[in-house]
Every structure is written in C-alpha cells, then in structure tokens.
C-alpha cells in the first residue's frame, strides 16, 4: 500500500521522496495577464458554474456520478493487521514500483548483504544490476547443504508503463531484459545467522578491491571468507574459484554460545569485525600484516542477555554502539582498558531486536524491538551514568508501534536522512518519512484508513521477512529476504 497525500502534484512528491518540504506556490502576483478566449461565449463565471463542464446543471451531473460508481470495500487490507481469508491471496499494485523482481532460493537465508561494485554511484538507467552475499537456513537434518550464496543479479527490468506515442521505442527495448542470477557458493556445515560484507580500499586500478564476508554462525563460530574471487568469476571471462580460496581465511572461536550480532568498521585503516553472542559478549576481531587476523581474548561485557546487534559509529573509528535481549542499547570506547560501557540507556521493556546508525545524521540511532515498536533517538542526550546529568530517562524523538509483531530489520537511507527502511514479523516491510509534521493538516489524511501514521510512506508485503537493505549505489532500490526468497 502506498500513500499520496491528496492534490500533490509530482513535484511535491519527489521533494517528499528527498526529504525537503514542497514549497507553496507563489501568489502569481509577478504573472501576466491572460487573455479570456471564452470572453464572448459566457457573460460571467455564474453561468459557467451552473451549466458544468459539460452543458448539464452541476447536481445532475454529480448525481449521476455517484450512481455509476463503483462499490468499493471501505476497509482496506493492512498486512499485520488484517488477516485473508480461506482461499485469498494478495497482489502488489505494480504501478506502485519502479522495479519489482523476486528470487527463490533452495533453502531460506535469514541474513544478506549488498556488496558495493564499480559500476557507478546514484546510477538510475535499466536493466540494472547488482552484487550481493547471502548465508542459507537449511533443515536441521540436511545442515551440510548450508552454503554462502555470491550472487550476481543482473537484467532488472523496470516496471512496464503505458508509454506516450511519441516515446522512444528503442529506449523501452533497452530497458527490457530478462533477469539473469549467477552464483557462487561456498560450502557451510551450519546456519549463517547473519552475514555482512567489508571492501578493502583498492590497492591498485589493476585490481579489483578485496571484499570480505563475515557470518556468524549457529554453531558458535564467526567465520571470515575472501569472497574476491567469487566476484570476480562474474564479470572476468576464464576466471575460475579454487576449493582453497572458498574455505574460510579465519575462524573466531572464542563465543561459547551461537549470536547474530555482527559489523565491520566503515572507518578502521584496517579491516575490523564485532561479534556478539547469547552469552552477552562482544569481541574485536582486527586485520594485520601476512593476511592473519588478531582477535581480542578479553570481551566487552555488562549485557545481562543476549546480544543482538552491533553498529559501528559512522564517524567514530573507536566507538560502537549494542542492542541486547535486556532491553538496553549500550555505547563502547574500544580503547577502554576496563572494556566497560561508557553509556547505557534502557530503550524498551522487551528485546531490542535490531539497530541502525544514521550515516547522514550521526546523531540519531533507530532501534527496533521484540514488541514492534520502534524508534528514533538523539544520542546527544544520552550521558553517562557517572555524569552530573539528571538521571531521568531520555525519551525518543520518534516512536511508532503500527507493526504488531517484532521488529526484524531497520536501515536508514543511506543518503536521505529523513527515510527509513523497516521489516517486521507481521509480514510488511514499510517506508517511513520523518521529515513529515504531525501537524501538517494535508499530511492527516490517510484515506479514511484508522491508525495509520503520517509518518509512513509504503507497505509491502513479504513473507516472513528477516532482513532488508537499501542499495548505496541504486537511489531507491531496496532489497529483503524472508522464508520465500528475497524481492
């Protein structure tokens, strides 16, 4: 479901879509006079009211309208909300995309990445294509199918529209493609909980950049695997992957319990990893020279469940923050000594799921939790516990409860920092635009639909959905995965 506040005009919309508020139109004071073509044929606007558009008295003409009307449902169907009846099935309003594609895989994966590439940065001409890492959940009984999927998804067509004549049919034909996926995979013994990607600066225009993948696994190990050579099979003709460069370039051992929670420093002159586990631990895995990697022994602890996130600062090389299973988000220094939290502030009553830092506003955090709230905080007001600050909780600028189950994934845009990506268990994931005013009267209007914040933007469905991304190079484009394959 999309929602377009009423009379806004295409401009307006897109300077919605970028965060910006529309501007008012002027009074038109600075235009010219016109001349009235219709002068002789009305003697004044009185009769051009009565008469309509079409020569007919205006009630007549409404009366009838109302008549030929199509019954339409007055309750429209809200994923997480509504439930279908025996024999119902939903589809997407296609004239709502840009671009809608969807994969099915062997075996579900909870967790993906999007790997950057080289093929340009805000890039909006079709097909288009994309490179991404995705870690399998296979059944128990068959876990050494499990595998890390390489992909390459190419020929992504955009939505078809009805053209004008005069259009140019050879840019349409350009634009059409049939969808190509090409993959690489490497072998796992173990469910990949979750999975994130790291590119290494390129050493050199003869190269291309090392690309890392690191997966927290099931059964307790982080795993690390030098993906490049997989990559590179997609677009190097000959280029082939030997069973030496798919095994793993280290193996973190030291989680005694299996987690989900992993990142790797967007900022660190060397590649550095977070793990964190049921256990309430996190660990610091770093780079060095020889292509060996050092893991701390000593973990940051004082969670008292589990861990279920990590995001590094965005513009902090030695700051990270964590969500816990206790309710709390926790803010880190790696340089302490006593590997302690600098601030911890309890942001829900149930678990916090999931995090995102803004890499625009580097001020704001948003959480998702177990109960489907989610929320917005300004890390500015966060002190730490031994300050002089009053100890009175911070509250969130923004908080939301419209999803009724937990909240599985969130992302900010990666260039709008009013945007906001969010899956949850209830089957949706949603857009959000925070730029919007409570208090902006045109913004009110949902259609006559209840309890349905100004705030969101667009509500896809999608089974079972676990993760979603927002490509950084694709403006727009948004990729999840859920028990069905990913769209």
Known sequence: MSKRPADTEDEDANALKKGDRPVAPGNGDEAGEFEDEFEDEFESEDEIFEAGV?????????????????????QTFIPGRNTLAAGESLSPDLSAYEMLHTLSTPWPCLSFDIVPDSLGDGRKAYPASLYAVAGTQADSRKAKENEIMVMKLSGLSRMERAQDEDSDNDDDDDESAEPILETKSIRLSSTTNRIRVHQCPQANSSSPPVTFAASMMENGEALIHDITPHLSTFDTPGATVTPQQSKAVFSLKTHRTEGYAIDWSPLAQQAKLLTGDNDGKIFVTTSAEGGKWLSDNKPFTGHQSSVEDLQWSPNERNVFASASSDGTVKVWDVRSKSHKSAV???????????????????????????????????????????????????????????????????????????IVAVAAGDYTLTLWDLAVELDDEESKDTAEVQNIPPQLLFVHYMESVKECHWHPQIPGCIMGTGSGGFG
């Open 54 to 74: 079409d020569g007919r008295p205006g009630q007549d003409r409404e009366g009838e309208e109302r008549r030929d009307a199509m019954d339409v449902d007055p």
């Open 344 to 418: 911890s502030v309890a942001v829900s009553n149930t678990d916090v799921n999931v995090m995102s830092w803004s890499r625009q506003t580097a001020h704001l955090l948003a959480t998702g939790a177990e109960d489907g709230q989610w929320a917005v905080w300004d890390l500015r007001q966060w002190k730490p516990a031994s300050s002089n600050a009053s100890n009175s909780a911070p509250k969130p600028v923004a908080s939301f409860n419209f999803h009724k189950e937990q909240i599985t994934s969130l992302e900010w845009h990666p260039t709008d920092d009013s």
